[in-house]
C-alpha cells in the first residue's frame, strides 16, 4: 500500500521514517526547520534493534563500517578503579556521529524529499496527506497541539554536557560518583567522544570551568578529556523525559521518536528507539491501510517504549546517586558479573 506521507521534523527518526516509505513507494515531504543538517555533534550508541532498523532502510552495512564497535563497557569509580565489566559479544553496539547517521540518511533519499529550511505547516493545511508522521523531538509542537501542554516532558534533575576531543580510544567507560557521572566512549574520524551528567536544578549555568570543577580529581582520563576541552565544543543541556501519553497517533497522526518519548539518556536508546518506531510504523504503513496501521503503530510501541523511559530514569537515579554510593558499587559490581 503506498500513499502521500508528511514528516515533520527531519532529526533521526523523521529521516528513517523518510526512507522506509519512500522505499516502499510513498510520496514522501520531510519539513525540517534548520536549513541543513548539522555538521557536528557527539557520537550515538546504535543497539541491535537500531542496526536493525538501519538494515530495513538499506544503511546498516554503512553504519558497520563507519561506526566504531561497542561489546563492552567498564563502569568505573572517581579514583579510577573498576566497579565492574560488562562484556557482551552477542549484543554489539556502533558509535556513530549523528551528524555521519543524518547524512546517511539523507543520502539514501531522493533529492527534494527534505525541505531543509522549512518549518512544520500546520496540520489543518496537510489534508492533501494520507499520514502525518510527527517526529519534532522533545519540544514536539505537533503533540501540543494535539494532546495538550501537560504532556510535555519534564527535567529529570539532571544536566548533562556532551563533547569530543581529537585522539583515538578503544575502551568505553563511565564513571560514577557521588550526584554525577562521566563517561567516555571512541568514535570515527579519529576522535574521542566524552559525556558528563551532575544533579542541578533546571537551567544551571555551566561551561569548561563548572566541569574541571566538578570532575577536576577524578582519574587521569577524565582529567586528560577537560584538559584539552574549550567552550566551543561543550554542548550542554538539561535532560527531560515524558510522562506517559495516552496514544502515540491522533487522527491520521503518529508521534515518533522523542515527540512521544523523551527518555534520559542514561541506556543510550533515544534515537534507536526513535529508528525502531520509524521502521515499525512504515512498515505497516505499507501492509494495511492507514488508520488500522496507525492502530497497530500504536499497541507496538508505546509500551516498550515506556518501559524504556522509566529504566532509563531508573538507571539516572543510580548513577548520579548521592547516597549508598558503596551500597551501589557493590549491587552494580555483581550485576556486572552476571549481565
Ligand atoms: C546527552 C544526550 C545523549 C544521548 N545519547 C544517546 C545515545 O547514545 N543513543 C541513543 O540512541 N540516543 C541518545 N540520545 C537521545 C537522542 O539524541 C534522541 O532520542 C534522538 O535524537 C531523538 O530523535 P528524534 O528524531 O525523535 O528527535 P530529534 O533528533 O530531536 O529531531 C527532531 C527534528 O525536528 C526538527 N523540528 C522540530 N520542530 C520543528 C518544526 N516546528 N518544524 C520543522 N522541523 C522541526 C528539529 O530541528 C530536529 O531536526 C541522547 C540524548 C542526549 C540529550
Known sequence: ???????????????????????????????????????????????????????????????????????????????????????????????????????????????????????????????????????????????DVLFGTRYRPVYTGLTAWRGWIPGETRAVTETWGRGALFGITPREGGLVNWFAAVRAPAGAPGGPTTLRDRFGDWHQDVRKILEQIGAEEVLHHDLYESPALPSYVRGNVALIGDAAHSMAPNLGRGACEAMVDAVTLGRLLAAHPVPDALRRYDRARRRPTRRLVRASHVVGRVATAERWIGLRDTVVGLGARFA
Not at 99 to 108: E, I, M, Q, R, S
Open 1 to 143: 500500500m503506498a500513499g502521500k506521507a508528511a514528516i515533520l521534523g527531519g532529526g533521526l527518526g523523521g529521516l528513517t521514517a523518510a526512507n522506509l516509505l519512500t522505499r516502499r513507494g510513498w510520496d514522501v515531504s520531510v519539513f525540517e526547520r534548520s536549513p541543513a543538517p548539522p555538521t557536528t555533534g557527539t557520537a550515538l550508541g546504535m543497539w541491535p534493534a537500531a542496526m536493525a532498523a538501519l538494515d530495513a532502510v538499506g544503511l546498516g552495512a554503512r553504519v558497520r563500517q563507519l561506526g566504531a564497535p561497542q561489546h563492552r563497557v567498564a563502569f568505573l569509580r572517581p579514583d579510577g578503579s573498576v566497579i565492574g565489566r560488562v562484556d557482551s559479544a552477542r549484543r554489539t553496539a556502533y558509535l556513530v556521529s549523528r551528524p555521519a547517521l543524518l547524512n546517511l540518511l539523507v543520502d539514501g533519499l531522493p533529492d527534494g524529499v527534505v525541505r531543509f529550511g522549512v518549518p512544520a505547516p500546520d496540520l489543518g493545511t496537510l489534508a492533501g496527506f494520507d499520514v502525518v508522521v510527527a517526529a519534532d523531538g522533545t519540544r514536539s509542537a505537533t503533540r
